[in-house]
């Protein structure tokens, strides 16, 4: 079974350019999730999607963070402008609607010079 | 809102050792599901083991268990015979099971180092 896949890996940009973070979940899960790691910091979850529907995005900076899921499928984060505190780890998860569990991608490493 | 608190930035522990990790967890609902999950340096994040509230039995992988504390809202990680490849990041989460919130809650972790 194909895990969740994310790209790129790594991204370095200056502020206030722009980025977007791709994320292919686990064929047939329902629940999505985008999490961001600051260095030395457990993951703060920043959206959460039930098909294409948004379920949670209370901690999202929606005035420079977007994110979609079309078709209830991959979804795609983006950052525009970008600061020089968005540096970090962008984690995509996936699961069933009634799993208590999530599989997670590898991240994408953000760094904002 | 729950929180989890891990008080424990670094553990070491001798190969072959046992070592146990702390969690503490605040929350106001009756049921839910608390997980570990070790984070390896390729930051994929990986289901060590999970806890359902409403069992009183603790939860047992191979070398992982967990000790988990209801009313104390305590949940740890025992790891026995502790190998090199168990070095990593460990993240204490919570999970609601109330469906319209199922996000997970995590801790700020703590690194385990094994020594050979």
């Known amino acids: 079974e194909a895990g969740v896949a994310q790209s790129p890996r790594y991204k370095i940009i200056e502020k206030r350019q722009s980025v977007a973070f791709w994320c292919n979940p686990i064929s047939g899960h329902a629940t999505l999730y985008w999490y961001q790691q600051i260095l030395g910091q457990g993951p703060k979850l920043l959206i959460q999607f039930q098909n294409n529907g948004v379920v949670d995005d209370s901690q999202l900076p929606k005035d420079r963070f977007s994110a979609e899921r079309l078709k209830g499928v991959d979804s795609t984060l983006k950052i525009q402008p970008a600061k020089l505190e968005d540096s970090a780890v962008y984690l995509c998860?996936?699961?069933?609607?009634?799993?208590?569990?999530?599989?997670f991608g590898q991240g994408t490493r953000l760094t904002v010079v | 809102a729950q929180t989890v608190t891990q008080s424990q930035p670094e553990m070491s522990v001798q190969e072959a050792e046992t070592v146990t990790l702390s969690c503490t967890y605040d929350t106001s609902e009756s049921d839910y599901y608390l997980f570990w999950y070790k984070q390896p340096p390729s930051r994929q994040m990986i289901l060590v083991i999970r806890q359902e509230a409403y069992k009183q039995q603790n939860a047992t992988e191979n070398r992982f268990s967990v000790n988990f504390q209801k009313a104390a809202k305590s949940f740890s990680l025992k790891i026995s015979d502790s190998q090199l490849g168990d070095a990593a990041m460990y993240f204490c989460a919570y999970r609601s099971a109330d469906p319209g919130t199922y996000k997970y809650i995590f801790g700020t972790g703590t690194r385990l180092k094994v020594l050979a």
């Open positions: 998860a996936s699961s069933l609607v009634l799993s208590t569990e999530a599989f």
